[in-house]
């Protein structure tokens, strides 16, 4: 890398344009806004640090126009002599309509030159202005879009084109979080009011992302207001949540807090089966940025969460569940010149997990715990040519340790000192204006087990009309990482690592796309994707006690595969905001010891989030004097299950007691049959306004399955004494559900 640096330092000649994007108002970093200059056809989008790039340009007089979702088009002309290296510092006004701001969109600016294959970006205004149950989600929203899923009403887990929550590397200002949730997967960790950005690469995402076989969501927190300082408060049923932000004499700040609020209300309904003795949860978020010189910028970023619950379940049992993240983020910008900019970055990131349940007298426990620490450094360099280059080393140390004890004494205990490194290179090649191709390569090693892995990645770009552009890509992609999860509860997932005959799971995919603009604020964009997955390892579900087992043998090594296509029909100009999203997808799994028939051969099953269908239309109207409605309605084929068809009595007898009888249920196989399919509406309607002339307000009341719709989420099956088998139906959200928001910006 050094080398790089010293060859590309040597060769700076020739007139640029550079510089960085901001919010006019607010001093933020515009990520993905566009600079284009109209009189040869050129132009860049801004990195994560809201920096562009357009050298090789001869001296003259030029046109240019920067463009981002939500805000005025700059124009400007601007005369460049020869050997200029004009530093162009962009700030956009935010418009003043405020649904022009509010944007779910496939990485989508005004000009649709931004728009890539496989990504889905989310504004957090949108976020806030949806319908959401008690808490506005960022993972709720995401599961609106094409190739996402969600499990049920109580999880905000993310189900990225037939891959579980595991497969999506999940990355807070560039940190790891091992589980991203609240309230046992509710609510997932990010709040709302401190995030500035969220990216999800579906698929087929570059070379500079790693350590994941199916997708990638990078979200990005807020820098902090650096022309003046503002604050939030907002009062909801399940939390509240503050924030500051401002500048100081060299950059800016953002604190930000979020805590739930359920406590009295838990005090009122007192004693009563399944209301907890004592719950809470929390976030904090923080960032700091210093500006060193106009070419350094140092950020540190910090954020910590967590959750108790202490619930007495079925009169003689007790259930005690802590759980929560920690990250660190130190981050060094620097411009070597106007072509070359580099990101240096420290990470840190915690994550713990105690659950605790005691039956009758027996105490059982779980301690799980992660310590990642890592070092990375990124270089893009624009070479002014047809050819702008990224390269990057990515290198850390992952500890794991797991111990489960019964009765209070040890019955299993895992602990590993994992290394690993990585480096990748890539190239994005636009032979003229209307074709690109980013071609990349990732080179990792682990070194329990010095598991080596090489990942190519291809993607090609063509606009044969202005209005329409086509996509392909195709690649490969490894994950060292299988997650243990728990639906009902998150708090008691684990991770565990490829080691010494654990090989890491890998994948190939293949992705389409056309992107169509339609007529101004109305696009069409149609993907479909095939994607494997290989040596997926999860640990044995027949094997009763892990006690005594070599590590490689705890687990069962299968197979998988996902297909689909999706479409996303949206307007996102005028007072009327809305997008239809639909997917047809189609994922199965294949273990060798699942499903087997006479001979031993196993036979693919579909895992639980394998949908056929799945719908969603979302929409949101301004109504004028600060009113606003919105509505989602969704749809989705029923969830697999897995149905008995025939019991059998099974006869012990005991010395002590006699006969016993037990009933068992048998089915031919796993997730043989479906639930009936799955439909719900959210409406809600918003005021703004001014409060006592001190602050402005948003006041938000929402209905979530507002026409009632019993959707289930499980069924449960029990042999009665008489011989009778009961079917207990569990519903998700059985009636509608109110939702009250408070909110005051200062």
């Keep these: ?11 700076q000649q020739g007139v640029s344009i550079s510089g960085f994007v901001t919010d006019a108002e607010t001093g933020e970093s515009l990520i993905a806004a566009n600079v284009f200059i109209e009189d040869i056809l050129r132009g860049a989008s801004t990195n994560a640090s809201g920096y562009y790039a357009i050298p090789g340009l001869s001296a003259g007089q030029y046109r240019l126009r920067c463009t981002y979702v939500g805000y005025q088009t700059m124009h400007r002309v601007v005369t460049l002599t020869d050997g200029e290296l004009l530093r162009l510092n962009i700030a956009l006004e935010p418009t003043t309509t405020a649904f022009d701001e509010v944007v779910v969109t496939g990485e989508q600016t005004l000009e649709d030159e931004a728009r890539n294959l496989g990504v889905a970006a989310l504004n957090t205004e949108t976020v806030k202005l949806l319908p959401a149950v008690f808490e506005p989600d960022v993972f709720r929203i995401l599961q609106l879009l094409p190739g996402v899923t969600a499990a049920s009403d109580y999880s905000s ?16 200002d560039r940190t790891k979080i091992y589980n991203p949730s609240h309230v046992f997967g509710f609510f997932s960790t990010f709040n709302p009011d401190a995030i500035k950005d969220v990216r999800l690469f579906k698929g087929g995402f570059p070379a500079s992302y790693g350590g994941s076989l199916g997708s990638v969501l990078d979200v990005t927190n807020k820098d902090g207001n650096r022309r003046e300082r503002h604050g939030g408060l907002s009062l909801g049923m399940l939390a509240s949540r503050a924030i500051i932000e401002g500048p100081h004499p060299k950059g800016s700040y953002m604190f930000a807090v979020r805590r739930s609020t359920l406590e009295p209300l838990l005090n009122v309904l007192g004693d009563r089966e399944g209301i907890p003795d004592r719950f809470y949860f929390y976030d904090l978020n923080a960032k700091v940025n210093l500006d060193l010189t106009q070419d350094d910028i140092l950020t540190v970023s910090a954020y910590r969460g967590a959750d108790l619950l202490e619930l007495g379940i079925l009169g003689d049992a007790e259930l005690d569940l802590r759980y929560g993240n920690a990250t660190f983020t130190g981050n060094w910008t620097h411009l070597f010149s106007e072509k070359l900019l580099s990101v240096f970055t420290i990470t840190n990131a915690r994550y713990f997990s105690t659950p605790t349940a005691v039956f009758a007298g027996t105490e059982i426990r779980q301690e799980n715990r992660i310590y990642d620490t890592s070092i990375r450094a990124d270089l893009q360099y624009y070479s002014g040519a047809r050819n702008d280059w990224e390269l990057g080393l990515w290198a850390g140390q992952f500890i794991a340790p797991l111990r489960t004890f019964f009765d209070k004494t040890q019955a299993f205990s895992w602990r590993r000192k994992i290394r690993y490194a990585s480096v990748y290179v890539q190239d994005t090649f636009k032979p003229s204006h209307n074709w690109q191709v980013k071609a990349g390569v990732r080179a990792s090693f682990l070194q329990e087990g010095r598991h080596y892995r090489i990942e190519p990645r291809l993607s090609v770009e063509h606009h044969p009309w202005e209005r329409v552009r086509l996509q392909a890509a195709v690649g490969r992609y490894y994950q060292y990482l299988t997650l243990v999860t728990n639906e009902t509860f998150s708090g008691f997932d684990f991770w565990l690592t490829s080691a010494e005959g654990v090989a890491p799971a890998y994948g190939d995919q293949f992705i389409l796309g056309a992107k169509l ?27 009763s006690d892990a006690a005594g087992f070599e590590y490689a043998d705890l687990f069962l090594f299968g197979k998988g595969w996902a297909r689909g296509f999706e479409v996303l029909l949206q307007r996102n100009q005028g007072r009327l905001f809305g997008f239809v999203a639909y997917t047809l997808g189609k994922t199965e799994r294949t273990f060798p010891t699942i499903n087997t028939n006479n001979e031993g051969i196993a036979a693919g099953y579909p895992p639980k989030y394998d949908r056929l269908h799945d719908v969603n239309a979302v929409v949101s109207y301004d109504l004028g004097r600060r009113w606003e409605v919105s509505a989602i309605f969704s749809y989705a084929t029923g969830q697999a299950l897995t149905e008995p068809t025939a019991r059998y009595h099974l006869y012990l007898t005991d010395l002590t007691i006699g006969e016993v009888e037990t009933a068992v249920l048998v089915s031919p196989s796993l997730n043989n049959g479906r639930l009936p399919a799955y439909h719900r509406l959210d409406v809600g309607v918003r005021k703004g306004g001014r409060f006592f002339g001190i602050a402005d307000y948003q006041l938000s009341l929402q209905a979530i399955n507002a026409y ?27 009636i509608p559900l109110p939702n009250l928001s408070f909110t005051l910006t200062f």
Excluded: H
Aim: charged share 20%; hydrophobic share 40%; glycine share 8%.
């Design 708 to 734: 009632s719709r019993r959707n289930i989420w499980f069924i449960v099956y029990d042999v009665e004494e008489d011989g009778r088998i009961d079917k207990t139906v569990v519903p998700q959200i059985p």
């Design 157 to 172: 887990g993310l189900y990225v084109r037939g891959g579980n929550p595991g497969q999506t590397n999940i990355l807070l």
């Design 517 to 543: 603009t339609l007529a101004p604020g109305l696009t069409l964009d149609s993907e479909v994707y095939y994607r494997t997955m290989r040596d997926l390892f999860e640990p044995d579900p027949f094997l």
């Design 1 to 11: 890398m050094l080398c790089f640096v010293s060859q590309v330092g040597l060769a």
